[in-house]
């Protein structure tokens, strides 16, 4: 009987003096962290894509409520919806920003570009674009290995088997800057979604002169300044043989994608032309 | 035999052209010239379109540290100044020179005599390999001159002349060593004098007996040039190995062969030396195999650089019907050409015309975890690891693993059973490395 009283009552003792222990342990190291953390990270998306610029979706989160305000600070992913939910949390006023979307920025691929070599390394964007231009020749354009695909945590973005290219799911994009981070080439770049979705945008990113980008791609833009020309909100720019247009500036007018002689300036969800148009250059080429 | 410590391989030599002399090959007459032609800082043009220029002319000039002059290899109109595809289909810039001739510039000995006497001071040859652009032959094309200009507090014991030729099919070292010995000894003599050395050993692979004995018998009438056969192993040639074999020091990880009193330099490169001191010629030209099983006439020729690389396998009789590949170099560490209209540079010494069936990768399978690629590195890395590390894009631990002792020599490619892109992967872990390395350093 004494044996288990003994073994009740050390027991019982050994375990009061480590609570002690323990609560005065706990005391001194003890953790302050702000509740709104919890909060905050509650709200964000959890998918940790990164496309914030920190680590993953805690680490915004922490970074919101150290910074105390959300100047520059975003979720791209939840967008204005998100942003509202924190600013409320925060107690402050949430910035608001045009939706983006990734733009794949060349349309050569196997069908506009003839195949000069093959390229049998690795089958990763990184390593072709140290060893070689591109099967095309050009060597700014997309090598359409696919590493862009590789980095989406969204699903979005595929290789169009029969052009080679990637293409980017409307549907699906959140505008993380994965892809535009992992494109060795700079060739996908985060532009406005566009009323309606609709975008202009050129697709292309070679800084050859027009005579040698020509002779590898179809619809290479070869820098002739016809679209800057004919833009009047100043929204385009040629540097290095190659147009910009600045998706800040730009109205959406139409007026430059006719122009270019090669097709390099692609329009995004636009109602087809109206007859009009499509007559009035059929007469300009006839004439 | 001497050798090195650890791995290695041994591929097939396959040395098709060991009797073929070496032939001058004829001027082309439309040639380019790209600008710059080494590693390092760019030169800076010197020249215009329209301007008249004689061989051996001044084209591009270097005004930074690590960088090589640039030398017209022909004499001629430059017709166009503008960016040109190199082998790589990269565009850099470079000069079209319209050949008219071959009128050198005045105070360039072009005679075969040989010239024995070394009439210049330490600094004053190095200053003469500076102004005639010499570059390693090797491969890596690293301005010469920098070499010999020693950190302080550094003293050189040896000069390691490299002349193993380890790759297979190469074969352009071979023949300068039985038919221009005379010239590279004096040019060893040269880099001693430049270096204050009293000794320089001449590493030479023992599948080469003919050009042993040959330098052999000739090193007997220079003082302190000793001729060493090595073991017949690949990467015998590579710099870290050959400083091992022959001296028994190991450099430093991360560190250059002058830690441990070393400076290591190509046979080529010193006959190269020989011709810029003694006869006050520029580097324009060097010797070129062009090689392959198939290959109808297979040739050693001494090639000027700016040569269009169609024309020099037009010469030869043309690209066989089921060529895969054209590479820049050996098999084991050379790259594959993707543009035949590029021109030759300073380093490409070999071209090697390899079929379909010779070229194509082996399948791709899983890891089979045998281990062989430790085995065959020379360098005692982990290409397996550093591999697996780079798939998953683990840059920063693939730096810790030592990727950027890499010497690229390709022996874990070359063995893997399982065909895995080993070097690949190392190759592109190493790029991000350097890119890591340099934010760090901004920062």
Same mark, same amino acid.
């Given at each position: 009987?004494?044996?288990?009283?003994?073994?009740?009552?050390?027991?019982?003792?050994?375990?009061?003096? @480590?609570?002690?222990?323990?609560?005065?342990?706990?005391?001194?190291?003890?953790?302050?962290?702000?509740?709104?953390?919890? =909060?905050? $990270?509650?709200?964000?998306?959890?998918?940790? !894509?990164?496309?914030?610029?920190?680590?993953?979706?805690?680490?915004?989160?922490? #970074?919101?409520?150290? $910074?105390?305000?959300? +100047?520059?600070?975003?979720?791209?992913? #939840?967008?204005? %919806?998100?942003?509202?939910?924190?600013?409320?949390? =925060?107690?402050?006023?949430?910035?608001?920003?045009?939706?983006?979307?990734?733009?794949?920025?060349?349309?050569?691929?196997?069908?506009?570009?003839?195949?000069?070599?093959?390229?049998?390394?690795?089958?990763?964007?990184?390593?072709?674009?140290? *060893?070689?231009?591109?099967?095309?020749?050009?060597?700014?354009?997309?090598?359409?290995?696919?590493?862009?695909?590789?980095?989406?945590?969204? +699903?979005?973005?595929?290789?169009?088997?029969?052009?080679?290219?990637?293409?980017?799911?409307?549907?699906?994009?959140?505008?993380?800057?994965?892809?535009?981070?992992?494109?060795?080439?700079?060739?996908?770049?985060?532009?406005?979604?566009?009323?309606?979705?609709?975008?202009?945008?050129?697709?292309?990113?070679?800084?050859?002169?027009? #005579?040698?980008?020509?002779?590898?791609?179809?619809?290479?833009?070869?820098? !002739?300044?016809?679209?800057?020309?004919?833009?009047?909100?100043?929204?385009?720019?040629?540097?290095?043989?190659?147009?910009?247009?600045?998706?800040?500036? !730009?109205?959406?007018?139409?007026?430059? $994608?006719?122009?270019?002689?090669?097709?390099?300036?692609?329009? /995004?969800?636009?109602?087809?032309?109206?007859?009009?148009?499509?007559?009035?250059?059929?007469?300009?080429?006839?004439? | 035999?001497?050798?090195?410590?650890?791995?290695?391989?041994?591929?097939?030599?396959?040395?098709?052209?060991?009797?073929?002399?070496?032939?001058?090959?004829?001027?082309?007459?439309?040639?380019?010239?790209?600008?710059?032609?080494?590693?390092?800082?760019?030169?800076?043009?010197?020249?215009?379109?329209?301007?008249?220029?004689?061989?051996?002319?001044?084209?591009?000039?270097?005004?930074?540290?690590?960088? @090589?002059?640039?030398?017209?290899?022909?004499?001629?109109?430059?017709?166009?100044?503008?960016?040109?595809?190199?082998?790589?289909?990269?565009?850099?810039?470079?000069?079209?020179?319209?050949?008219?001739?071959?009128?050198?510039?005045?105070?360039?000995?072009?005679?075969?005599?040989? /010239?024995?006497?070394?009439?210049?001071?330490?600094?004053?040859?190095? +200053?003469?390999?500076?102004?005639?652009?010499?570059?390693?032959?090797?491969?890596?094309?690293?301005?010469?001159?920098?070499?010999?200009?020693?950190?302080?507090?550094?003293?050189?014991?040896?000069?390691?002349?490299?002349?193993?030729?380890?790759?297979?099919?190469?074969?352009?070292?071979?023949?300068?060593?039985?038919?221009?010995?005379?010239?590279?000894?004096?040019?060893?003599?040269?880099?001693?004098?430049?270096?204050?050395?009293?000794?320089?050993?001449?590493?030479?692979?023992? *599948? %080469?007996?003919? $050009?042993?004995? *040959?330098?052999?018998?000739?090193?007997?009438?220079?003082?302190?040039?000793?001729?060493?056969?090595? %073991?017949?192993?690949?990467?015998?040639?590579?710099?870290?190995?050959?400083?091992?074999?022959?001296?028994?020091?190991?450099?430093?990880?991360?560190?250059?062969?002058?830690?441990?009193?070393?400076?290591?330099?190509?046979?080529?490169?010193?006959?190269?030396?020989?011709?810029?001191?003694?006869?006050?010629?520029?580097?324009?030209?060097?010797?070129?195999?062009?090689?392959?099983?198939?290959?109808?006439?297979?040739?050693?020729?001494?090639?000027?650089?700016?040569?269009?690389?169609?024309?020099?396998?037009?010469?030869?009789?043309?690209?066989?019907?089921?060529?895969?590949?054209?590479?820049?170099?050996?098999?084991?560490?050379?790259?594959?050409?993707?543009?035949?209209?590029?021109?030759?540079?300073?380093?490409?010494?070999?071209?090697?015309?390899?079929?379909?069936?010779?070229?194509?990768?082996?399948?791709?399978? *899983?890891?089979?975890?045998?281990?062989?690629?430790?085995?065959?590195?020379?360098?005692?890395?982990?290409? /397996?690891?550093? @591999?697996?590390?780079?798939?998953?894009?683990?840059?920063?631990?693939?730096?810790?693993?030592?990727?950027?002792?890499?010497?690229?020599?390709?022996?874990?490619?070359?063995?893997?059973?399982?065909?895995?892109?080993?070097?690949?992967?190392?190759?592109?872990?190493?790029?991000?490395?350097?890119?890591?390395?340099?934010?760090?350093?901004?920062?």
């Amino acid at each position: 009987m004494s044996i288990i009283i003994y073994s009740v009552l050390v027991l019982v003792l050994t375990g009061g003096i @480590a609570a002690v222990i323990l609560y005065f342990v706990a005391q001194k190291f003890k953790v302050v962290e702000d509740p709104r953390i919890d =909060l905050i $990270a509650d709200k964000l998306p959890g998918a940790n !894509c990164g496309g914030c610029g920190y680590t993953g979706c805690r680490a915004l989160a922490e #970074g919101i409520v150290n $910074a105390g305000s959300l +100047d520059g600070l975003r979720c791209p992913v #939840g967008g204005d %919806k998100v942003a509202a939910e924190i600013a409320e949390i =925060l107690g402050l006023e949430a910035s608001k920003a045009d939706p983006l979307i990734a733009v794949v920025r060349c349309n050569g691929g196997k069908v506009n570009t003839t195949s000069k070599v093959v390229y049998d390394g690795v089958q990763d964007c990184l390593y072709a674009h140290l *060893n070689m231009s591109s099967q095309g020749g050009c060597p700014n354009g997309c090598l359409g290995l696919g590493n862009c695909v590789g980095v989406c945590a969204f +699903d979005a973005i595929k290789i169009d088997t029969k052009t080679g290219l990637p293409v980017v799911d409307e549907e699906k994009c959140v505008a993380c800057g994965l892809c535009v981070k992992e494109c060795p080439r700079h060739i996908i770049e985060l532009r406005k979604k566009g009323i309606k979705n609709r975008r202009i945008f050129v697709s292309c990113v070679n800084t050859e002169k027009g #005579g040698p980008a020509k002779k590898n791609c179809n619809v290479a833009c070869i820098g !002739c300044g016809k679209c800057e020309k004919v833009c009047e909100f100043d929204a385009i720019k040629i540097e290095n043989n190659l147009a910009y247009i600045d998706f800040k500036k !730009c109205r959406l007018c139409r007026k430059c $994608a006719p122009e270019c002689p090669t097709g390099a300036i692609h329009e /995004i969800n636009f109602p087809t032309r109206k007859e009009k148009q499509v007559v009035e250059q059929a007469e300009a080429i006839q004439n | 035999m001497k050798t090195f410590k650890k791995g290695g391989v041994h591929p097939q030599e396959n040395k098709l052209t060991n009797d073929s002399t070496i032939e001058v090959f004829p001027l082309p007459k439309q040639a380019v010239v790209f600008v710059s032609q080494h590693l390092g800082a760019p030169s800076t043009l010197v020249v215009q379109k329209g301007d008249k220029v004689k061989a051996g002319q001044l084209i591009a000039k270097a005004e930074q540290f690590i960088c @090589a002059n640039t030398h017209s290899p022909y004499s001629g109109t430059i017709t166009k100044i503008d960016f040109a595809t190199d082998f790589t289909g990269y565009k850099k810039q470079a000069l079209y020179i319209d050949v008219d001739g071959d009128e050198w510039l005045e105070g360039i000995d072009t005679s075969t005599e040989i /010239i024995r006497e070394i009439k210049l001071d330490s600094n004053q040859i190095i +200053d003469k390999i500076k102004e005639m652009g010499v570059v390693g032959l090797g491969g890596a094309a690293f301005p010469t001159h920098i070499k010999y200009m020693l950190p302080q507090g550094k003293k050189a014991d040896y000069l390691i002349i490299n002349a193993v030729e380890c790759e297979p099919y190469l074969t352009s070292d071979y023949r300068l060593m039985k038919e221009k010995a005379e010239e590279c000894l004096i040019g060893i003599e040269i880099l001693k004098k430049a270096l204050n050395v009293e000794k320089a050993l001449v590493g030479v692979e023992s *599948n %080469k007996p003919e $050009a042993i004995k *040959n330098l052999t018998n000739l090193a007997k009438n220079y003082k302190g040039i000793e001729i060493v056969p090595l %073991k017949t192993k690949y990467p015998q040639g590579a710099e870290k190995q050959l400083i091992y074999a022959l001296t028994k020091r190991e450099v430093p990880s991360g560190k250059l062969p002058i830690e441990v009193g070393c400076v290591v330099n190509n046979i080529g490169t010193t006959q190269a030396v020989y011709y810029a001191v003694q006869k006050n010629m520029p580097l324009v030209q060097n010797i070129l195999t062009l090689t392959g099983k198939n290959v109808k006439e297979r040739k050693n020729l001494l090639v000027r650089v700016g040569t269009p690389i169609q024309s020099v396998i037009d010469y030869c009789g043309g690209l066989p019907q089921d060529t895969g590949k054209v590479i820049s170099g050996g098999p084991m560490m050379g790259k594959a050409i993707s543009d035949l209209s590029a021109p030759t540079v300073k380093t490409t010494s070999a071209l090697l015309l390899m079929s379909e069936k010779e070229s194509l990768r082996k399948e791709e399978t *899983n890891c089979l975890r045998c281990g062989k690629c430790i085995t065959v590195c020379p360098m005692g890395l982990e290409p /397996i690891k550093i @591999a697996q590390l780079a798939e998953n894009r683990l840059w920063e631990d693939t730096e810790k693993t030592y990727a950027m002792d890499c010497i690229e020599c390709g022996s874990c490619l070359y063995t893997c059973p399982a065909g895995r892109p080993l070097l690949d992967l190392i190759r592109v872990s190493k790029n991000h490395i350097g890119d890591l390395r340099r934010q760090r350093a901004q920062k």
